[in-house]
């Protein structure tokens, strides 16, 4: 028996970041759950209120840990092969309007948590908008923490944008007809698949 918060070190290491001295909060609209918490919000996200335990082992394949935003928006783990280093899975960001993100691996999505904000928008931007806007209590410790665990450092607005890019485009379209396979017929499948190529 292990009291680990999960099978995966990288991501044990931010729950003890997290956890740590000081304020929790460290990036905004960030926080995590109990790992792998039952639906976490997916069922209603893919419209299978009811049909739950039909759709169960696919379901299965989604791991939710943390809340992405203060308005339901969240992050699951898509377990789309059978690899081991569940760190390098895709990151799933399932938005509270209905919109996706897709993050190759853990440290792509730690990276992206360094910008401090939960639409990943360049901290410049956010400050223009509202000069009294501050960072989180815990942005400048985390910001350390990251560069002393895994030598990475926040990514400028044109590799932030990389980021979410690469992963649309490599994990994109395969996500979505994986989606398409048990997902409510209401959802236009499409767009997302438009949404995540870029186009």
Not at 4 to 14: D, F, G, T, W
Not at 125 to 147: F, I, Q, T
Not at 153 to 181: C, H, M, N, Q
Request: with cysteine; glycine share 8%.
């Amino acid at each position: 028996m292990t009291d680990a918060y999960s099978p995966i070190p990288e991501l044990n290491l931010l729950k003890e970041f997290s956890d740590g001295p000081g304020d929790a909060y460290f990036s905004n609209g960030f926080e995590f759950y109990e790992y792998d918490r039952p639906n976490a919000g997916l069922v209603e996200w893919l419209c299978l209120e009811g049909r739950e335990e039909e759709v169960r082992a696919h379901l299965d394949r989604l791991t939710p840990f943390a809340q992405a935003t203060g308005s339901g928006s969240f992050y699951a783990l898509w377990h789309c092969d059978d690899r081991t280093d569940f760190a390098t899975l895709p990151v799933i960001r399932f938005g509270d309007e209905g919109d996706l993100d897709i993050i190759e691996g853990l440290r792509n999505l730690f990276r992206l948590l360094a910008i401090d904000d939960e639409s990943f928008t360049s901290w410049d931007e956010e400050r223009e908008a509202d000069p009294d806007e501050e960072h989180s209590p815990g942005h400048e410790a985390y910001v350390a923490w990251l560069k002393e665990t895994f030598g990475l450092t926040p990514p400028t607005e044109p590799e932030a944008d990389e980021i979410l890019e690469s992963g649309g485009k490599k994990y994109g379209a395969r996500f979505v007809d994986w989606l398409e396979k048990f997902g409510s017929q209401e959802i236009d499948f499409d767009s997302w698949r438009k949404e995540l190529r870029g186009s």
